[in-house]
T-cell receptor
Framework: SQTIHQWPATLVQPVGSPLSLECTVEGTSNPNLYWYRQAAGRGLQLLFY??????ISSEVPQNLSASRPQDRQFILSSKKLLLSDSGFYLCAWSVSNSPLHFGNGTRLTVT | DAKTTQPPSMDCAEGRAANLPCNHS???????VYWYRQIHSQGPQYIIH???NNETNEMASLIITEDRKSSTLILPHATLRDTAVYYCIVRPPGGANNLFFGTGTRLTVIP
């Protein structure tokens, strides 16, 4: 069966520090991969999605970037974190018309 | 993509049916209706989806009106573990695409 792993679960980082969040999917090939962010009390905002290795689409301009170095690996990065980058970051995957399946998220607090 | 409108909150007595409404009056003919739920501090969990026919699975039933402008998610016998935020989403078929998660309906199941 397919599983999705996200880490770390929680992270506290100072303003101006770099960020790297990793997501991996097991049990499927060539998935569509997504990064979402959820601010406190708000809905989910799509940040990036990828349909294949090296193919990244950005939905909103921001301080973040994404990369897909392998088929089932999706990385969210920042060179210098801002206070506004705090939030709950969720990775998700889908194939073709299947529902999106989410990981358990990373709660990032920028101090 | 079409957007959805949901009530911000609902209460339901434990053991009773929970009926969660959703309006999607601008839905296109090929867009599916999806329902997810999010329990506090976890990633959203897929519940059910449909195009125009009513659907049922082990978790819930989905009733879509004939004109497809609204739908209702039914949890037949709500339990305390069903307390969560429920999201109604419309999604075009195929590929990677932006699922717009609004703020959903916060369902509280009362003992």
């Amino acid at each position: 069966s397919q599983t999705i792993h996200q880490w770390p679960a929680t992270l506290v980082q100072p303003v101006g520090s770099p960020l790297s969040l990793e997501c991996t999917v097991e049990g499927t090939s060539n998935p569509n991969l997504y990064w979402y962010r959820q601010a406190a009390g708000r809905g989910l905002q799509l940040l990036f999605y990828s349909v294949g290795i090296g193919q990244i689409s950005s939905e909103v301009p921001q301080n973040l970037s994404a990369s897909r170095p392998q088929d089932r690996q999706f990385i969210l990065s920042s060179k210098k974190l801002l206070l506004s980058d705090s939030g709950f970051y969720l990775c998700a995957w889908s194939v073709s018309n299947s529902p999106l399946h989410f990981g358990n998220g990373t709660r990032l607090t920028v101090t | 993509d079409a957007k959805t409108t949901q009530p911000p909150s609902m209460d339901c007595a434990e053991g009773r049916a929970a009926n969660l409404p959703c309006n999607h009056s601008t839905i296109s003919g090929n867009e599916y209706v999806y329902w997810y739920r999010q329990i506090h501090s976890q990633g959203p969990q897929y519940i059910i989806h449909g195009l125009k026919n009513n659907e049922t699975n082990e978790m819930a039933s989905l009733i879509i009106t004939e004109d497809r402008k609204s739908s209702t998610l039914i949890l037949p016998h709500a339990t305390l573990r069903d307390t969560a935020v429920y999201y109604c989403i419309v999604r075009p078929p195929g590929g990677a695409n932006n699922l717009f998660f609004g703020t959903g309906t916060r369902l509280t199941v009362i003992p």
